[in-house]
């Protein structure tokens, strides 16, 4: 990296200009002897001097330096890319190695180690120096100490008024300083001289190295991972901020308050580009925004997180913590304070497609998000009581989770040196440290730091040191052995296979409870389906008993009709034939012989 000191300084405060010339060597005093100070000049008399009688031996010795072996291995990296080229951009690469081989330079070059290769190809086919001639040999196990952890250091809020740490973030080379933040998160409830400054402290000597002089108090503060004299903050009112140490304790660059966000800035986070001055923030008024530090005054862009993707900012859910992994450079995750998981895309064409999906298993704000460091499909989510592990192929439900404890945890994050451990931060202020390879159902390591509350965390890029941040602004240093710091034998094997059996076996579980849910509504589909045709049944007997109904009293009126219609017009009497008069005279005469037999 190159380091590059500007200073910045009238001429007139350089003083008088020296010009600097050849010349003779001149004598400016010349002091002679005081003869009467020889007078006061005693002589010593007697002298005693000391002899050694015996002939005067010398010893010569050669001490040499102990020789002392050790084996080391050799690991080859693919390096030496330019910092505007992205090794992990495939097109960025291939478009640099073609200006690089048309250069002649480079032929040239080819050639000469070429020969060179060669020769040492030809030397090592005739005696393989790399041959490996204790590769049989068993290994020794190693001991396995208790897990511990030391406290190193601890600073402490220098103002009267104490503050919360509420984001930490170590230095990128050398590590020995260390950025904290401090902030009151009571809502309108800071006191009135509250201060503002956030403090860079230098561990070696214990101090305070610089003082950040925010408008607002800084509730985030990272430092650029490539330039390390660059810190970005997030304020209270919203704003983002930006410094550069070598300027002093001055904010260098402010976002306008008019483009910034609404809510209080909750999380912030670098992202890998060409240039190194691209940041990501969020806010619980539901925006994401993007932000380039050289034109910071509005943002590149916003993402307003609403799930139905209707870009609505009032549906939008509040975001609280950020996460970008380099080596997936399109995706970024959102944990938001209803407890959902938001994973987004940032190529998409559209804001809409932004969203891509979502994982919801927290009932409170997720305070903390992060991606394994070894396997970036599986991240860990730190909210309400527990923390959860999850996995991009299983969306519906976390693969591993902690108990529930009673204490409200703050804060989590992974191990960089081992993937099976994780720590987290509680209310009551202790420390866990959960190792999934040695326990799973209880922390590895339970450590008290502190009476009060423990608000943030983060992890050294060696995995020694842990610093921790307090609700009254105590930051402390702890030191984990050498155990939880150093990879174990096959732990990476071992940590990915428990992963990958426990997305299997949320796979199979969500298969099961998607098939039991079909069949229930199958069930009551079916029931539905029996209660219409019973109504259908009730509803058609109704129908038919009305229709008869309908058709009687369609007969009886026109019965009635026809009744009236008789009695209101006169019968004609037609002249009867004699055999029909003759029958009729039988049938009255024997009407009255039946009369007279019943009489009598």
């Not at 190295?209 to 660059?230: G, Q, R, V």
């Not at 002249?575 to 009489?599: C, I, L, M, W, Y």
Request: proline share 4%.
């Amino acid at each position: 990296m190159e380091i590059v000191y500007v200073y910045v300084k009238k001429r007139s405060e350089f003083g008088k200009q020296c010009n600097f010339v050849d010349r003779q060597a001149e004598l400016n005093i010349d002091i002679p002897p005081n003869p009467e100070l020889a007078e006061l000049f005693v002589e010593r008399n007697p002298v005693d001097k000391g002899i050694q009688c015996s002939t005067s031996m010398s010893e010569h010795e050669a001490n040499t330096e102990r020789f002392e072996m050790e084996t080391r291995g050799v690991n080859h990296v693919e390096g030496g890319w330019p910092k505007d080229v992205n090794p992990q951009e495939l097109e960025q690469t291939i478009r640099f190695r073609k200006k690089v081989e048309k250069d002649e330079n480079y032929v040239n070059a080819i050639m000469q180690l070429g020969l060179i290769m060669e020769h040492c190809i030809k030397q090592n086919n005739a005696i393989d120096i790399y041959e490996e001639y204790f590769d049989d040999g068993e290994e020794v196990e190693v001991t396995e100490e208790a897990p511990s952890a030391k406290t190193i250091n601890i600073f402490r809020d220098p103002q009267e008024i104490k503050r919360s740490a509420t984001h930490l973030s170590w230095h990128p080379d050398g590590h020995r300083k260390l950025a904290v933040a401090y902030s009151c998160l009571n809502f309108q409830r800071a006191p009135v001289d509250m201060s503002n400054d956030s403090y860079i402290w230098d561990l070696e000597n214990s101090k305070a190295e610089l003082a950040l002089k925010p408008s607002s108090p800084l509730i985030t503060l990272e430092y650029n991972p490539k330039d390390s004299h660059i810190l970005l903050g997030g304020c209270y009112n919203g704003q983002i901020a930006c410094w550069d140490t070598r300027k002093g304790s001055l904010v260098a660059e402010l976002s306008a308050i008019e483009f910034s966000h609404r809510d209080p800035v909750y999380s912030t986070i670098w992202l890998q580009s060409k240039t190194g001055t691209e940041c990501f923030s969020a806010s619980t008024d539901g925006q994401v925004m993007w932000w380039d530090i050289r034109k910071i005054s509005e943002p590149t862009e916003v993402v307003i997180m609403d799930i139905s993707k209707k870009e609505q900012l009032e549906n939008a859910l509040g975001a609280i913590s950020l996460e970008f992994e380099s080596t997936l450079p399109t995706k970024f995750m959102v944990g938001t304070e209803q407890g959902i998981v938001i994973s987004c895309n940032r190529k998409a064409k559209t804001s809409a497609e932004k969203i891509v999906c979502t994982f919801s298993g927290h009932h409170g704000p997720i305070y903390a998000l992060q991606r394994n460091p070894f396997y970036p499909k599986n991240f860990l989510t730190v909210g309400d009581w527990t923390a959860r592990i999850w996995s991009e192929d299983s969306r519906e439900s976390s693969i591993m989770w902690t108990k529930y404890h009673m204490a409200y945890l703050t804060d989590g994050a992974w191990s960089p040196v081992r993937p099976a451990v994780f720590f987290t931060t509680k209310m009551d202020g202790t420390l866990d440290i959960w190792d999934f390879v040695f326990k799973q159902c209880d922390p590895a390591l339970s450590l008290k730091v502190c009476d009060e509350a423990l608000f943030c965390l983060r992890v050294q890029d060696n995995g020694c040191l842990i610093a921790c941040g307090s609700q009254l602004g105590t930051t402390t240093l702890l030191e984990v052995s050498h155990g939880l710091s150093t990879l174990q034998k096959n732990e990476k094997n071992i940590a990915s296979s428990m992963f990958e059996r426990e997305t299997r076996r949320e796979k199979i579980l969500e298969a099961r409870h998607r098939e039991m849910r079909l069949k229930e509504k199958g069930r009551a589909e079916g029931r539905d389906d029996d209660q219409r045709d019973e109504e259908l049944a009730a509803d058609l007997q109704a129908l038919v008993s009305k229709a008869e109904e309908e058709f009687f009293d369609i007969i009886f009126s026109e019965l009635k009709k026809t009744e009236a219609d008789a009695t209101k017009k006169p019968v004609p009497q037609q002249p009867s034939s004699e055999e029909d008069q003759e029958a009729e005279g039988e049938n009255v005469v024997e009407k009255e012989r039946s009369e007279e037999e019943t009489s009598a």
